[in-house]
């Protein structure tokens, strides 16, 4: 599992650099990286439509965020309708301290195939080595299921603990990755699929 940190540098670097400039449909801001620029889409949310969930975000077309607040205690769910039937795989999401950094950063990682499992890793660096099982934070009540439509993975966490303590009336700058083509193989080959984005849990629905 300690490849994601590997594998988001690799995407990273390959990318272009790009404009700073928003643009007229999305708001974004933009950190140096590498000697580049990468940008961090804010997202809009909308009423989630998972039950019980209340809010929701996409991160990219086929991949969703959903997500409550009780208390101080955050219930995610990632669903990857691009994942539906899959056999084997993995579905990360992380908070990180600065947007479109990929460290410091706490990551929820869920994965396929069975004994399915949700983990919480603490991002400290772009080597191997420095991605390791979190003692900050923790996940609970998880759980991964896939079916015909989409795989999903389930957990919650407090937002007082962890390198990127989650805020929930202000922006959460998270980096996400998932992969289909086979966790046995090679856990951090997700190839294009990935992304940085900003959402703000206290937003209107």
């Not at 079916?147 to 996400?176: D, E, Q």
């Amino acid at each position: 599992m300690i490849l994601l940190a590997a594998a988001f540098q690799g995407a990273l670097a390959a990318l272009p650099a790009i404009s700073t400039a928003a643009t007229a449909e999305t708001a974004s801001v933009s950190v140096p990286m590498n000697g580049t620029q990468y940008r961090t889409t804010a997202l809009a949310c909308s009423k989630s439509t998972l039950a019980g969930f209340v809010k929701k975000v996409t991160l990219k077309p086929k991949l969703l965020f959903h997500w409550k607040i009780v208390g101080t205690t955050l219930y995610g769910a990632i669903v990857a309708q691009a994942g539906g039937g899959a056999k084997n795989g993995w579905i990360s999401v992380a908070w990180v301290q600065s947007p479109g950094r990929m460290y410091p950063a706490d990551a929820v990682v869920g994965n396929l195939p069975a004994p399915t499992r949700v983990k919480a890793y603490a991002m400290n660096g772009y080597s191997m080595s420095s991605v390791v099982p979190s003692s900050a934070f923790k996940v609970t009540a998880t759980s991964v299921t896939s079916s015909v439509s989409a795989t999903i993975i389930k957990f919650t966490r407090s937002g007082k603990t962890g390198l990127s303590p989650i805020k929930y009336a202000g922006t959460n700058n998270i980096i996400w990755a998932y992969s289909f083509s086979g966790f046995s193989k090679n856990f951090g080959d997700h190839g294009p699929n990935w992304g940085s984005a900003s959402v703000n849990l206290a937003c209107s629905v």
